[in-house]
């Protein structure tokens, strides 16, 4: 039945069976000008979504199918960014087994999920390392450096430390100049890739003035610059600010100051767009959902003014979602819940974007597919087993879409 749900709203929204031909593969590069993404000359916005499992998923042949699964029911939603992780650091279907060292098979895994971007007409945003020790991230560079003998006081020594800027650089040159085994480009040559971003989520405890993270943005930045001048660059940062500015730490939720800021962070030359997450479940724990979304909406206002009137770059809302697993232990979660919380953020992105195309759009947390449930963490989103939330995320595409032309 949900099928037939699925495919009725598919034709009611204009969109595409998931029997349909795919889209035309993305056939130029997203660039900048005037403040906001271009496409060929135009204002590039959309509607997009986070599905970091692909690389670890497309590793094992008998998984590999989910991945194309979840880009031909997201094509057919009408979403057109994807970002998902260029990293997997030590572990399990590691990418990076050691400094230099990598498993092809994986590297191959990124490969078909570039090549199945392309295929389905989905740009992707590509995140080079993980701040926390999901998939190896700082930690596991950390843990490099001390087997090597590295002086190393903590995590934080990831953003100083001579040797582990090494580990992160040679990576970063290893997967910008990897050559595509399915189309024969290389991924600093294929437009596929939207862009990269530096890391997922930096923070700094040593550092909460966000000094130290802007020392390594801008030597990082640089670096990814000159080995590849096509692609755009963003940090990957939450969006918190920090001491360069006083009076926008009061947007921040609860006071947090974690190490970035993302005026001063941001304005760096090489940095090419900002983004930000939101997680108010997470964030302000035990408050009313009135109070929740009030704080996202000026949450998102503030960072979109800052983004137009003083970095003058394109904004991303590059994570949100609604979990199944509710902070408030009173209060059952219900998809009903979900579907007014995507509603309110689509209209806001929306509403936004109308005003300069400054906000770009919005990346939800996050779309699987079938027969994954041992990855779900409360926010997936199963475009083909949830029709009514579907329709939300294919209006929001058509209207994206309107502005775009």
């Known amino acids: 039945m949900r099928w037939l749900v699925w495919g009725v709203l598919l034709v009611l929204l204009g ?3 998931s029997s349909s031909s795919p889209a035309p593969a993305p056939a130029a590069f997203v660039g900048i000008g005037d403040g906001h993404f271009q496409l060929n000359g135009s204002p590039f916005v959309f509607n997009g979504f986070n599905s970091y499992w692909m690389m ?3 590793a094992d042949p008998n998984q590999r199918r989910k991945v194309s699964d979840a880009f031909r029911d997201a094509a057919a939603a009408g979403l057109t960014v994807c970002r998902t992780w260029a990293f997997a650091d030590g572990g399990y279907h590691a990418l990076q087994i050691s400094p230099g060292v990598y498993d092809e098979s994986v590297f191959q895994a990124l490969d078909f999920v570039i090549w199945e971007a392309r295929k389905y007409g989905i740009w992707i945003i590509l995140s080079l390392v993980n701040n926390y020790g999901d998939y190896g991230g700082r930690p596991q560079y950390v843990r490099w ?3 090597a003998g590295a002086q190393i006081h903590n995590d934080d020594d990831f953003y100083t430390n001579q040797l582990i800027k090494g580990f ?12 595509n085994t399915m189309s024969g480009l290389r991924y600093m040559d294929d437009p596929t890739i939207m862009g990269w971003e530096l890391m997922n989520e930096p923070r700094c405890e040593v550092d909460s003035s966000g000094a130290t993270v802007n020392r390594w943005v801008e030597e990082m930045g640089t670096y990814v610059k000159s ?3 096509k692609h755009l660059v963003g940090i990957g940062m939450e969006g918190f600010y920090g ?3 006083p009076s926008r730490i009061k947007f921040n939720p609860n006071g947090y100051k974690v190490g970035t800021d993302f005026v001063t962070n941001n304005l760096i030359k090489v940095i090419d767009f900002a983004t930000i997450h939101a997680y108010p479940d997470s964030w302000l724990p035990g408050q009313s959902e009135a109070t929740k979304m009030a704080f996202l909406e000026e949450w998102m206002k503030i960072h979109w003014s800052d983004s137009k009137t003083i970095l003058k770059k394109p904004l991303i809302f590059a994570e949100f979602g609604k979990s199944t697993k509710n902070q408030n232990q009173n209060q059952a979660f219900s998809v009903r819940d979900r579907d007014s919380f995507l509603t309110k953020v689509y209209s806001n ?11 770009a759009g919005g990346l939800v947390w996050q779309v699987m ?4 449930e041992s990855y779900y963490d409360g926010y997936e989103i199963v475009l083909s087993q949830n029709p009514l939330t579907t329709a939300i995320i294919m209006q929001q595409s058509k209207n994206m879409a309107a502005l775009q032309h």
């Open 227 to 229: 080995i590849d001048k």
């Open 145 to 147: 450096a001390r087997a």
């Open 168 to 179: 992160y650089t040679g990576h970063v040159e290893k997967v910008l100049t990897r050559k």
């Open 15 to 17: 969109g595409h069976s």
């Open 243 to 245: 001491d360069s500015n």
């Open 369 to 372: 597919a079938e027969g994954m």
């Open 349 to 359: 992105i929306y509403n936004l974007a109308r005003n300069g195309t400054t906000m």
């Open 56 to 58: 670890s998923v497309g």
